[in-house]
Structures are given as structure tokens and as C-alpha cells.
């Protein structure tokens, strides 16, 4: 793979990851639906993982350079 994309698509992922995990922390702590119409703990486990996938996928292509 070659490094400018990769640290692309690293850094992608990894801010997207990192966004989505600290957004469905904030919904979870204020109480708030992080879908609506969906099992309140479902959609929160389920935006968690992933969010922790999109980081592995990540660190990953960053570890890749």
C-alpha cells in the first residue's frame, strides 16, 4: 500500500471513529435516543462497536505506513 493513501484512509477512519464514539457517549450521558425507534442500549452497543472497528480499521492502515 502506498503511504499517502494510507494515511489518508488511516486518518479517515480514525477521526470518524473517534467522532462517533464520543457523539454516542454524549447521547448516552445526557439520556438521549442514539437512534430513535430502536432499542435505547441496542443502538448505543451497537454505535460503540462501531466505533471501536472504525478506529481498529484505523490504527491499522496508520500502522500499515
Known amino acids: 500500500m502506498e503511504s499517502g ?28 435516543p442514539v437512534a430513535h425507534g430502536v432499542n435505547p442500549v441496542a443502538s448505543a452497543v451497537l454505535a460503540s462497536v462501531a466505533a471501536l472497528v472504525a478506529l481498529g480499521v484505523g490504527t491499522w492502515c496508520l500502522t500499515r505506513v
Open 5 to 32: 493513501p494510507a494515511i489518508f484512509v488511516g486518518v479517515v477512519f480514525a477521526l470518524f471513529g473517534s467522532g462517533l464514539l464520543v457523539w454516542t457517549a454524549a447521547r448516552v450521558r445526557h439520556r438521549a
